[in-house]
């Protein structure tokens, strides 16, 4: 079992910056793919950030150049840092983790996101 919480949401103005953390417990050295999903209410939930556990990292189109992921092994956290953010982006903000890359198994309780303008 794979435990996540989220923390660092929260209420920001348009072309701020906000940074999500994920800490892990459990069995999460088997878990290759950490990253985070975002969800607005009623639609199926998007990626928008993968890293492996050797850090290859992939963003979605929308957040390319604004977000960055950082993954820490030792201490089983994932980050996203998120900046020049847009009223588009809020949304809750869901961190997974899974053994292999685009089949997330476990998530986190999810942290919500307000972008302002």
């Known amino acids: 079992q794979v435990q996540l919480v989220e923390s660092g949401g929260g209420l920001v103005q348009a072309g701020g910056s906000l940074r999500l953390s994920c800490a892990a417990s459990?069995?999460?050295?088997?878990?290759?793919?950490m990253g985070w999903y975002r969800q607005a209410p009623g639609k199926q939930r998007e990626v928008v950030a993968t890293?492996?556990?050797?850090?290859?990292?992939s963003y979605a189109n929308s957040v390319k150049g604004r977000f960055t992921i950082s993954r820490d092994n030792a201490k089983n956290t994932v980050n996203l840092q998120m900046n020049n953010l847009k009223p588009e982006d809020t949304l809750v903000y869901y961190c997974y983790a899974g053994l292999r890359l685009g089949a997330p198994e476990y998530w986190g309780q999810g942290t919500q996101v307000t972008v302002s303008s």
């Open positions: 459990g069995s999460i050295v088997s878990m290759n793919a």
């Open positions: 890293i492996t556990r050797s850090g290859s990292a």
